[in-house]
């Protein structure tokens, strides 16, 4: 009885550790990964141009803004020669990137010239 007892406990055991393999049930340790202050700016880059499809050299991002506890990068990329887009690279309040926030409202940049 034991012998069959201890035989079913290891095989539980290697389904389990089978059934914890599968990509999807593991989440993925970026979305806690805490970021230091000083590199938030380069790491706001790197999402939003991943998120955008843009080159991280075609965004400007202003300074840090702290809102109660959290800290927040505004940021615009031209689309064309007259539209500016925004976003928000927004960071937990223990620095752990939460997410990027895009406006899409397609800001004119256009110079009116009177006649």
Do not use: Q, W
Request: some cysteine; proline content about 3%.
């Amino acid at each position: 009885m034991k012998k069959i007892l201890s035989s079913s406990l290891i095989l539980l055991a290697m389904l389990g550790m089978v059934a914890c393999t599968d990509s999807e049930s593991i989440p993925s340790n970026n979305l806690y990964k805490s970021v230091s202050e000083k590199n938030m700016p380069a790491y706001c880059k790197h999402e939003a141009a991943r998120e955008l499809g843009v080159y991280s050299s075609d965004l400007y991002l202003y300074p840090i803004e702290y809102n109660k506890g959290a800290k927040i990068i505004y940021g615009r990329y031209s689309v064309d020669n007259t539209h500016l887009e925004e976003f928000a690279c927004i960071f937990n309040n223990n620095d752990t990137f939460a997410g990027l926030k895009i406006n899409h409202r397609n800001v004119k940049n256009k110079l009116c010239i009177a006649d």
